[in-house]
């Protein structure tokens, strides 16, 4: 590895440039990606080791971004646990989805390194070819949930609610067969040879704050934990964090993901100075004018980037529309910036 600021930023360390990487870097935004996305399906792309490395690495050459992560589909471990996933560029369905308890007995927990070495061989791939690091992820529990109980995500995952509501304990077990699968899942990354972690928890910014903290905080803390034994940072994401900054401080997470409904300077804080931040620009202000671009991206760094403990990304992902050239003119704006 040539470039570690990333991982520096990780652990609160100070920097020579604030890093930068950008969610769903690696996608339809670029044309390269296009080109193979027309000879190959997605799950192909996905289970190939070799195809799958290469598109990891695409944005450290055309972006020049501080850290990759790995091409995978969230929704990757639910297959071998006994659900059939139709994965494609749009939201991923769930042929048989969860309706009862009894669907919950055939869900099984397997041999990650054996059911998903695919996975395991893109990082072994990775590792001898970048030069910056690597971030693999897993999915938080309710996320995971979010698609086999609502098939699709919803837009307000009201099933998911009233199964808290009215059958809590089917849903605490649910959530510890799925935890127990992401940290399995992390563990293997690691072990294998990434660098860093991210864990999705994306939707559980629906709750709120005290089904958060009942249902959702114990399974992120344990994660989090298990991940953390190995020696490397741990990145914690949740769509719609707002209000539960402090409750993720708590997690143990190493760094906080945030989106752009809440201030930058507000979130930080209230994290603490202990935890860095990643975040948190709108992703579509990439599709607004180039001197909106720069005005916004400095706003970011101007109320960040004063102290250690900074990484410079998206709310989100980046949106399929996006012009390239916009996204290279985020790093060109990070990289005009010292700290």
């Known amino acids: 590895m040539v470039n570690d600021r990333f991982l520096k930023a990780a652990r609160c360390e100070p920097v020579d440039f604030v890093p ?4 769903r870097q690696a996608g339809r935004y670029l044309k390269e990606y296009s080109a193979l996305r027309r000879k190959y399906s997605f799950d192909q792309l996905c289970r190939n080791p070799e195809l799958a490395a290469t598109i990891t690495m695409l944005p450290v050459g055309i972006l020049g971004v501080d850290a990759a992560i790995l091409f995978c589909d969230l929704l990757t471990p639910l297959s071998p646990m006994g659900f059939e996933v139709i994965l494609g560029e749009g939201e991923p369905v769930i042929a048989n989805p ?6 919950i007995g055939r869900m099984r927990l397997f041999e990650v390194f054996e059911e998903l070495s695919f996975v395991m ?20 529990p ?4 979010s698609y086999l109980i609502e098939n699709a995500r919803a ?9 808290l509501k009215e059958s809590p304990d089917f849903a605490t077990r649910l959530f510890e067969i799925l935890s127990e699968l992401s940290s399995r899942f992390l563990e293997a990354q690691i072990e294998t040879g990434a660098d860093a972690v991210q864990i999705f928890e994306t939707w559980a910014g629906a709750l709120s704050q005290s089904d958060f903290e009942r249902f959702i905080y114990p399974f992120l ?21 707002s209000d539960k900054i402090e409750i993720l401080a708590r997690t143990g997470a190493n760094v906080i993901s945030v989106d752009w409904l809440i201030d930058i300077a507000e979130a930080k804080k209230r994290a603490g100075s202990s935890i ?14 180039e001197d909106m671009i720069i005005r916004k991206t400095r706003e970011i760094l101007d ?3 004063a102290t250690p403990g900074f990484i410079f990304n998206l709310g989100h992902g980046i949106l399929p529309e996006t012009d390239v050239k916009k996204v290279k003119l985020v790093v060109e704006t990070v990289r005009s910036f010292a700290p």
């Open 221 to 241: 803390r344990e994660i989090i934990a298990r991940a953390r034994k190995r020696g490397i940072p741990v990145i914690v994401y949740v769509k719609g964090v």
């Open 303 to 305: 109320k960040a980037a």
């Open 121 to 140: 061989e893109q990082i072994k791939i990775l590792r001898r070819e970048l030069t910056v690091p690597l971030i693999g992820f897993a999915g938080g």
């Open 20 to 23: 930068v990487w950008f969610m």
């Open 98 to 103: 969860v309706r009862s308890e009894s669907d």
């Open 142 to 145: 309710f996320t995971l949930a």
């Open 155 to 163: 837009d307000n995952f009201a099933k998911l609610k009233d199964l």
């Open 276 to 289: 860095a931040l990643q975040g948190n620009l709108d992703p579509s202000v990439l599709l607004q004018s």
